[in-house]
């Protein structure tokens, strides 16, 4: 009677094993799954609202591309390069329920090169009309309409991925559209509903590390070394950015644009624990990279030489990283250093001291980005060749 009971419990185990093991074999099911997946979130994060899109500012309104007709310049007041007042201009309405409709609307300029812009004739732009049922009531003009560029642009660079890519191509864009849904649908609206900034930002990395690198791998043992290997640094990045902060006494206010969120009703938000996640989020995107490198690099390695022992795959691992330490660290050098080159050159025609320089806090917050994120892709090398090492070879004893 027990060996009846034992081999009826027995039975649904052994059939469950028998079916992983076949999942695991059927490479097409391990490299479809996490695409499927994939598409049915990203189908879901596209039509997720964010609880903003009734923003006071832009109720009532309708945005639409319109030509300017004519512009009227009596009223901007120009003082050398800075200009400011108001430019009256006539324009047609390209789409939208106003659809070949004529009205007079107004560019405000308030003297910033870096915010204002200046229309011509034939100009196509972008503008906000305030309207009640069917009057219009203003139109403010807010940028020239580069949404088409845009598309075009995008739908190149999608191409030139499909051409020579492949599927692999394909997967890359997947990755782009759900990195891009995940941060716009979740991590701004949670940020701003004032949910903790680092472990928010910590869930929301190790779920797109792990959706990124799945798209690669399929699932797959090489996906979990290089998962555990990213996000091994990536902690390491975190605890470092945490306590380097406050050991700089960085404010998040350091960040672009974060004086405006608080005067905007926001003042409640901790600034300072979210410019310590923005640290990790940026540093991730390189640290994932570098894993994969280092997982292929082992996993090429075991394939080519299966009887290759755990110790020696981390070795190998370990010289692969060595390799590609120097240039890794330097992208994110490079990186931060192009988008503050106006403000070196500033700094080189007043002729400020280096002490000066370095000392100065929005320089310093740059130079806590690049140095922490580099700490992350120098420990993410021995991490990724510790985990792709221990998993993708045998152990000694099945080797001998």
Known sequence: MITRISTKIWRPSQAWNNILKQFYKDKRIC???????????????????????????????????????????????????????????????????????????????????????????????????SHKNEEILSVNLIDHYRIDKEMILAGCFVLLLFVFAGASGVRAVLSFVLTVLTIWKVLVPAYLNGCQPVLLGLGIVLFLTIAIITLVYGFDRRSFAAVSGSFLGIITTCVLGMIFTDAFRIHGAIMSNSESLIYSGYEHLNLTQIFM??????????????????????????????DISRKEAVLSGMTVGRAAMG???????????????????????????LDNIINYKYISAEILDTLVGSFGLVTVAPFTALTSGVVLAKSSKKTK
């Open 277 to 306: 996640a923005s640290i990790f989020i940026g540093a991730s995107g390189a640290v994932m990279d570098l894993a994969v490198d280092i997982t292929s690099a082992v996993n090429e390695v075991v394939q080519k030489k299966p």
């Open 31 to 129: 490299c479809q799954l996490p695409a499927i997946f994939c598409l049915i979130l990203t189908a879901v994060l596209l039509f997720l609202p964010t609880g903003y899109e009734d923003a006071v500012i832009y109720k009532g309104t309708e945005r639409c591309s319109a030509e300017v007709l004519s512009v009227d310049d009596s009223k901007i007041i120009s003082t050398g390069l800075i200009k400011s007042g108001e430019q009256s201009c006539r324009v047609k309405f390209k789409e939208g329920k106003f659809k070949g409709q004529e009205a007079e609307g107004v560019n405000m300029l308030t003297g910033s090169l870096q915010t204002d812009k200046i229309f011509t004739a034939g100009d196509r732009v972008l503008c906000v009309i």
């Open 327 to 353: 240039t890794m660290t330097t992208t994110l050098l490079l990186a931060y250093s192009g988008g503050s080159i106006a403000l070196l050159m500033v700094f080189m025609a007043q002729g400020t001291p």
